[in-house]
């Protein structure tokens, strides 16, 4: 669970509230409500009120047959009517789609949300062969290609903003990420092998909004099939001429890809 930011300035039942929508997130088939209660360290009775509060709303709802409480998709409806989410989805959506049929690569796109990266965007290839990351993720910030990139095209007090916030991971150095991030800028996008799943190589270009900061990115986890027609510098190309067109739909001018 979150840690309280500011202890001056509780509001419990909220706190419960909030506590059981976290719990509530990472279960893939939904809690009792005694297991909701051993979750958190708080007995039946205290988060029985919030349940009801929470399914009358429709943050959750209860499985008439397990008696398992479960989210519902309320809080992703709600998450795309943030503005940036709502106009990045509905003018990625089509291209993206688009793209995976052309190339039979998976896509993803990502922004930045607090000190990591959510995939708000993903589409899968038409082939059998499916690598994809799940829509709705949430993923390291200096493990991805997707925050390294967006980073890539933010101020300097931002990215070390979230140096100090973000722990660097053992085998690198902030020296090195600001190294690499110039890097990425320089030629407009990062090709890399995957941080997570051998043998993926993530091709990721930044989207670019009327302010020249990046507000997104666009990924594609390449993998490489037998008898593939499909090259891997087309899949570049091809990924980032995708990201420049969403870029001047939000008034951008896309960088240069090397």
């Known amino acids: 669970m979150s840690s309280k930011s500011n202890p001056n300035y509780s509001a419990p039942a909220l706190e419960k509230g909030l506590d059981i929508i976290e719990l509530l997130s990472a279960q893939e088939t939904g809690l009792t409500q005694s297991e909701i209660a051993r979750g958190l360290g708080r007995s039946v009775g205290e988060i029985f009120r919030m349940l009801i509060v929470l399914q009358d709303r429709g943050f959750v709802a209860q499985d008439p047959l397990s008696d398992r409480y479960s989210l519902t998709t309320y809080i992703f409806?709600?998450?795309?009517?943030?503005?940036?989410?709502?106009?990045?989805?509905?003018?990625?959506?089509?291209?993206?789609?688009?793209?995976s049929a052309k190339?039979?690569?998976?896509?993803?796109?990502?922004?930045?949300?607090?000190?990591g990266v959510l995939v708000i965007g993903q589409t899968n290839s038409p082939g059998n062969n499916v690598m994809a990351v799940r829509l709705g993720a949430q993923i390291d910030l200096w493990r991805a290609s997707s925050g390294r990139v967006i980073l890539a095209y933010q101020p300097k007090e931002e990215v070390r903003r979230l140096m100090k916030e973000v722990p660097i991971p053992k085998d690198?150095?902030?020296?090195?990420?600001l190294e690499e991030l110039a890097q990425i800028r320089a030629g407009g996008l990062e090709?890399?092998?995957?941080?997570?799943v051998r043998g993926v190589v993530n091709i990721s270009v930044p989207i670019i909004d009327h302010s020249g900061q990046a507000v997104a990115a666009?990924?594609?986890?390449h993998i490489e099939r037998y008898g593939e027609p499909i090259?891997?510098?087309?899949c570049k190309s091809e990924l980032a001429a995708?990201?420049?067109l969403l870029s001047k739909t939000l008034g951008g001018q896309p960088p240069e890809v090397s």
């Open 218 to 221: 666009l990924t594609i986890p």
């Open 103 to 115: 190339i039979n690569q998976s896509a993803h796109l990502s922004i930045l949300s607090g000190t």
């Open 172 to 177: 690198s150095s902030a020296e090195q990420i």
């Open 191 to 196: 090709v890399r092998d995957s941080f997570v």
């Open 77 to 99: 409806e709600i998450a795309h009517r943030i503005p940036v989410v709502g106009r990045l989805t509905a003018a990625a959506g089509p291209p993206m789609r688009e793209l």
């Open 231 to 234: 090259s891997f510098e087309t």
């Open 242 to 244: 995708t990201a420049a």
